[in-house]
């Protein structure tokens, strides 16, 4: 089992930047797909980002727009996803789940959510003037 904890949200101006982590623990060996997701009141979860930790490459959803940035430490089994410019359709509670990597990570590793295994209680964010 892997337990993710997200951390970070919270309220900020429209323009405005957070920075969300993600630590995991538990069965961290080997590699695994990291999804950051979110879901806006009354909408489904969206992939925000997904991020593989063998090689740290990234896949952004449609909307990020360069906006957003998501990497790793390795050292501590973190994910992190930096939200620059945030708009206040940005607001919705933000989720890092995964998968462990047992294909070649692709753009299409993150886009089915049912296949996320492991999944934190996430963060709310909140985008207001």
């Known amino acids: 089992q892997v337990q993710l904890a997200e951390s970070g949200g919270g309220l900020v101006q429209p323009g405005g930047s957070l920075r969300l982590s993600c630590v995991a623990s538990?069965?961290?060996?080997?590699?695994?797909?990291i999804g950051w997701f979110r879901q806006a009141p009354g909408k489904e979860r969206e992939l925000v980002s997904c991020m593989s930790t063998m090689d740290g490459s990234v896949y952004y959803g449609n909307f990020v727009k360069d906006r957003f940035l998501t990497s790793r430490d390795s050292a501590d089994y973190s994910a992190f996803l930096q939200m620059n410019n945030l708009k206040p359709e940005d607001t919705g509670v933000y989720y890092c789940?995964?998968?462990?990597?047992?294909?070649?990570?692709?753009?299409?590793?993150?886009?089915?959510?049912?296949?996320?295994?492991?999944w934190g209680l996430g963060t709310q964010v909140t985008v207001s003037s």
């Open positions: 538990g069965r961290t060996a080997g590699y695994y797909a």
């Open positions: 789940a995964a998968l462990p990597l047992r294909y070649a990570f692709s753009a299409f590793t993150c886009n089915d959510i049912s296949d996320m295994e492991y």
